[in-house]
């Protein structure tokens, strides 16, 4: 679980310093931590910034969240303070955790609202990485929904991320390159071919490369920040303009092209059909169909040499295959930075926020009470002092809530359209 504070890097005197990363890494396991710091990236953290134990979680939500919670809770906020003392604009702080285990699932969300009581203004923006329904943690259903809970009450947005479609996505990257489909010629050492990300078993999980696409996602996010352009994004446009609700900033994401950075050197995607790929269900980093769901709004983050009449152009003959709320017909947001990703001419970021994230929800419910009716391993989190069966249907009742509140939206796809004149944009 890493904790991402401002940008990292840092210019002095008219020299370029070295690059430090912004960041807190908590895991109460240590051999992630130092696996980081004896790798590639080791002068990229600072060794100081760091948080660890050796027993692990256990996959216990209530483990991570109320025993190491109220453990290390000083010494997270010392060193969140000292991170964030270091940058000059502080637009958010960005968790990246996963939501199977007891750390990130438990820790992860108890860090939600550390950063609440301690930076009350400062956005929160949550990546969460979803479990496969093949997940070998067998209490990860209890583990996602205890910590959703806390998702939907203390972050500002949350970026759910599925490890299946990351798993199905590079699949389909080595399968069209190995093919020659792709017309592509893949780099020595790719991720995409590597020892770590070969995929010559199903169970041999490419962890680096699809790593690879939710960093890409997050450089994306982050571009405006990083570099110029004609028509930057700040961060904390993004949650005013894409979070109508409070409790509905869920934002499914999607990435064109999807190509780990310069891991494939391939002929560039003609601009307009990039702009289609990140509305098919095959570019979004949750398996979702977001085409054939209701919009509550959507925000296009473009990099490389695109122009803004390109840039609305493209929304126009889009938008009548896109179904957006009565309310929220002109919902879009749009950002053109300058400067493409390494390896690439342009790129395409799309945030969408939309109720195709409800199955994925409505299935991690089902797969909750499968346990929970049997009352399965619940003496484990039990035992916890400050752990009730009540917080199990506390989360239930919150996610059912949520559940409840895109259903009602999905209602109004049947109503008829208000007929009012609507604003043309200009090209």
Aim: glycine fraction near 6%; hydrophobic fraction near 40%; aromatic fraction near 8%.
């Amino acid at each position: 679980m890493a904790v991402v504070v401002g940008d990292g890097s840092s210019i002095s005197k008219g020299k370029i310093c070295s690059l430090k990363a912004r960041a807190v890494l908590i895991d109460m396991e240590e051999g992630v931590v130092n696996e980081i710091l004896q790798g590639p990236l080791r002068d990229v953290f600072d060794s100081k910034q760091l948080i660890t134990d050796i027993s692990g979680s256990g996959n216990n939500w209530a483990v991570g969240h109320k025993v190491f919670g109220s453990r290390y809770q000083e010494q997270i906020v010392e060193k969140l303070r000292k991170a964030a003392e270091h940058c000059d604009c502080l637009q958010c702080f960005f968790i990246i955790h996963s939501m199977g285990g007891g750390t990130g699932s438990g820790l992860g969300t108890f860090l939600l609202k550390v950063l609440e009581d301690e930076f009350p203004e400062v956005y929160r923006f949550v990546t969460s990485i979803y479990p496969s329904s093949e997940d070998d943690v067998i209490t990860s259903p209890y583990n996602i929904i205890l910590a959703m809970k806390e998702l939907s009450e203390h972050a500002d947005c949350v970026l759910p991320i599925d490890n299946q479609s990351l798993f199905d996505i590079i699949s389909k990257i080595n399968l069209m390159v190995n093919s020659g489909k792709l017309g592509s010629v893949v780099k020595p050492n790719s991720l995409v071919t590597s020892s770590a990300g070969a995929l010559k078993k199903r169970q041999e999980k490419p962890f680096d490369a699809m790593n690879n696409i939710v960093a890409n996602l997050l450089l994306n996010l982050t571009s405006s920040a990083r570099f110029e352009g004609s028509l930057n994004m700040d961060l904390n446009e993004i949650s005013m303009n894409l979070v109508p609700f409070p409790q509905l900033h869920y934002l499914v994401s999607s990435l064109t092209p999807l190509y780990t950075l310069a891991d494939v050197h391939i002929p560039p995607r003609r601009l307009d059909q990039m702009f289609s790929d990140a509305f098919s269900k095959d570019h979004q980093l949750i398996r979702a169909d977001p085409k054939h769901s209701l919009y509550l709004a959507c925000a296009l983050m473009v990099r490389g040499n695109v122009q803004l009449s390109d840039l609305r152009r493209n929304i126009e003959r889009l938008k009548p295959s896109l179904q957006f709320v009565s309310w929220n017909q002109e919902g879009w947001k749009t950002s053109l930075c300058a400067v493409p990703p390494v390896g690439h001419s342009h790129s395409l970021l799309a945030l969408a926020n939309n109720t195709c994230v409800k199955p994925t929800f409505i299935e991690l419910r089902e797969r909750f009470m499968r346990l929970y009716k049997k009352k399965a391993h619940l003496h484990h989190y039990l035992r916890v002092e400050g752990m009730e069966e009540s917080c199990f249907t506390q989360a239930l009742s919150s996610l059912s809530t949520l559940i409840e509140e895109y259903d009602q939206l999905d209602a109004t796809k049947s109503m008829p359209m208000p007929d009012v004149p609507r604003l043309s944009i200009a090209v």
